[in-house]
């Protein structure tokens, strides 16, 4: 069993940046490959980063490439997802995810999700 919880997000200016974390429980976190999601009112979630359980694999969504960047730290039981030069079209509620096994664009197949946290990006 995983837990998970979000944290970091906030109201920001466009081209600001935000590190979200999300912290996990369970000791066996390391072994999971964790995504960042996001969501936004009367849209599905859909998928922004994911890393892999030993941090050697990552996959970024197009729209963020360039400007977001995941990380982990394992020993911590820590994702971190680093937000550069925010648009006003990154204002959703993030969430991270965590499943065994390789990481995916689809969050049907995650098996362990946090509340969110919500980012603003004012223009």
């Known amino acids: 069993q995983v837990q998970l919880v979000e944290s970091g997000g906030g109201l920001v200016q466009a081209g600001g940046s935000l590190r979200l974390s999300c912290a996990a429980s369970g000791r066996t976190f390391s072994t999971y490959d964790v995504g960042w999601f996001r969501q936004t009112p009367g849209k599905e979630r859909r998928f922004v980063a994911a890393?892999?359980?030993?941090?050697?694999?990552?996959k970024y969504a197009d729209s963020v490439k360039g400007r977001f960047t995941i990380s982990r730290d394992n020993a911590k039981n820590l994702v971190y997802l680093q937000m550069n030069r925010l648009e006003p079209e990154d204002t959703a509620i993030y969430y991270c995810?965590?499943?065994?096994?390789?990481?995916?664009?689809?969050?049907?197949?995650?098996?362990?999700w946090g509340q969110g946290t919500q980012v603003t990006v004012s223009s």
């Open positions: 995810a965590a499943k065994v096994g390789p990481y995916s664009d689809y969050p049907s197949v995650y098996d362990y």
């Open positions: 890393i892999s359980w030993s941090g050697g694999n990552l």
